[in-house]
């Protein structure tokens, strides 16, 4: 390629990049000033909880104990470090919220050109991400932290597992350890990076069937077996595991319903709303489940 070319791209590709982060600035600049939700918002900031500073008795407490059904310490501790900085007002809590979105924008280019070797179509898919109606949830809802602080650490254990395929590093191949470890500490959902870090390989060309494949991810694995664990049993702690409303067959059907149907919001983003119910209980599945 022209070397010339190639500048020209890289440099339109990072223009796009700011214009990304400007326009998701400017779409969530207003909740800023919003104040906290009954939608579990309480749940995380309300009197008694581990979130006020960053003591040792919180810093403790946050690694120690479940809060509404979660282990997710470094969340906790970073609702403490907000209110330790900046006070109880809610408004900076939606602040840090909108300052991890913007980060999380250059880390999602940062990834997809990574992946892609293409700079300027990775810049133009980081601003759609960017400004997708499906991120509002993340960015607007203080109790959905974790799910910035998540896609943040994800962005990293990835970037880190791309530079170790590509020069067999064994620091990028600890630092993917390190950031799996910090994203599951910030929703236990992390896990999905281990099958995500299989797909990298097939991505890369490298055989699965080959032995170091695997064993170089063992930590990873004893570590989302037992954040699994801890997950469900967070889970059982406010009774969601312990309803009888479905049977597991059930809950099957709903999950893969679920992925059909976010799938198609992100393709066609209408009809959103603050909460999506399950079907009556009681009740057959709908068939499509």
């Not at 494949?213 to 063992?218: I, Q």
């Not at 049977?247 to 149907?261: F, Q, T």
């Amino acid at each position: 390629r022209d070397p010339d070319e190639h500048r020209s791209n890289a440099t339109m590709a990072w223009i796009v990049v700011v214009a990304a982060i400007i326009a998701a600035l400017a779409i969530h600049w207003r909740t800023g000033s919003y104040p906290l939700v009954d939608y579990d918002d309480p749940n995380y900031l309300g009197p008694g909880l581990p979130t006020h500073d960053l003591s040792a008795t919180t810093v403790g407490a946050a690694f120690t104990s479940y809060v509404f059904g979660n282990y997710h310490p470094l969340t906790t501790l970073s609702y403490g470090a907000t209110e330790a900085c900046f006070g109880t007002d809610a408004a900076w809590h939606h602040r840090v919220n909108i300052a991890l979105h913007l980060i999380n924008v250059l880390l999602a280019f940062l990834v997809l050109r990574a992946l892609t070797a293409t700079p300027l179509v990775a810049a133009f898919a980081a601003l759609v991400w960017a400004v997708h109606p499906m991120r509002v949830e993340a960015v607007a809802w203080v109790a959905s932290r974790k799910d910035l602080l998540l896609f943040s650490m994800a962005s990293l254990c990835l970037l880190a597992y791309l530079r170790h395929l590509r020069s067999r590093d064994r620091w990028a191949l600890w630092a993917t350890l390190f950031f799996f470890i910090t994203a599951c500490l910030c929703k236990a959902t992390a896990v999905a990076l281990v099958p995500a870090l299989l797909l990298l390989d097939v991505h890369a060309g490298r055989p699965l069937r080959a032995m170091h494949t695997w064993t170089e991810k063992v930590p990873l694995f004893i570590i989302a077996l037992v954040v699994g664990v801890v997950a469900i049993d967070a889970q059982r702690s406010i009774g969601a595991i312990a309803s009888p409303a479905f049977n597991p067959l059930e809950r099957i059907a709903i999950a893969g319903a679920n992925l059909v149907v976010y799938t198609v919001h992100q393709l066609v983003p209408m009809g959103l709303n603050v909460h999506y119910g399950y079907p009556a209980v009681g009740k057959a599945l709908p068939v499509w489940y």
